[in-house]
């Protein structure tokens, strides 16, 4: 699970030792490599690199957004990002966690200025279409080479989920737009958008990426 702490810690235990530079560069050096594996296709580096850093991500999406399940859909879909363009890493311009901090915070502030665009629109009867941004997700795969996938993908979506997502990402609508247009409740969306998110995601990355 996202964010697991270790309990029982009081102010007065000992702060860790700081990572040694080595440390640090061999970690970097580490993520580069699987990045670089997981531009080519690399499943099994797609595993580790999760592994290793699911934490910061999720932790810097809880930090933003201050709501565990919405970080953990962020989260979520920051590594359906990472997948789709790891192929475009440049580890001259940002080191690895950089990066994928970077797509944390690009995602966290979308979901932001959603939610928020949500709620005006709520207050302000009438006014549509604003302010939207399309998902950078499926924005960017539309331009990569991986879009055949990503459409064969699709297909194995329920009906419901693919028009869902489809609304949500590929219209620009808020979730209370969606729920608008499908006559269905706003809980009802998220979750069709999170489980269709998640057999998308499994679809791309198979067993060894699940």
């Known amino acids: 699970m996202f964010g697991a702490g270790e309990p029982g810690e009081t102010a007065s235990a000992p702060a860790c030792p700081a990572r040694r530079p080595d440390r640090d ?47 953990e859909e962020v989260a979520q879909e920051v590594y359906l990002q990472t997948w789709t363009l790891a192929d475009r890493y440049d580890a001259t311009i ?36 604003l302010g939207q941004d399309r998902d950078v997700v499926f924005e960017e795969v539309e331009q990569s080479h991986d879009e055949r996938a990503v459409l064969h993908c699709l297909d194995a979506l329920t009906p419901l989920q693919r028009e869902t997502i489809a609304l949500a990402y590929y219209g620009g609508h808020t979730y209370s ?34």
Do not use: Q
């Open 25 to 71: 560069d061999e970690l970097t050096a580490r993520l580069t490599e699987l990045v670089l594996a997981v531009g080519a296709g690399d499943r099994a580096a797609f595993t580790e690199l999760y592994r290793l850093t699911s934490h910061r991500v999720f932790g810097l999406a809880m930090r933003m957004l201050g709501n565990r399940s919405t970080a």
């Open 94 to 129: 940002s080191s690895p966690m950089g990066w994928l901090m970077m797509l944390t915070h690009r995602r966290a502030v979308d979901r932001i200025r959603m939610d928020r665009s949500a709620t005006d629109r709520e207050i302000t009867f009438g006014h549509l279409h």
């Open 177 to 210: 737009e969606v729920a608008a247009h499908l006559g269905t409740p706003v809980p009802t969306v998220k979750t069709r958008i999170r489980d269709g998110l998640k057999r998308l995601a499994d679809c791309l990355l198979g067993p060894a990426g699940a």
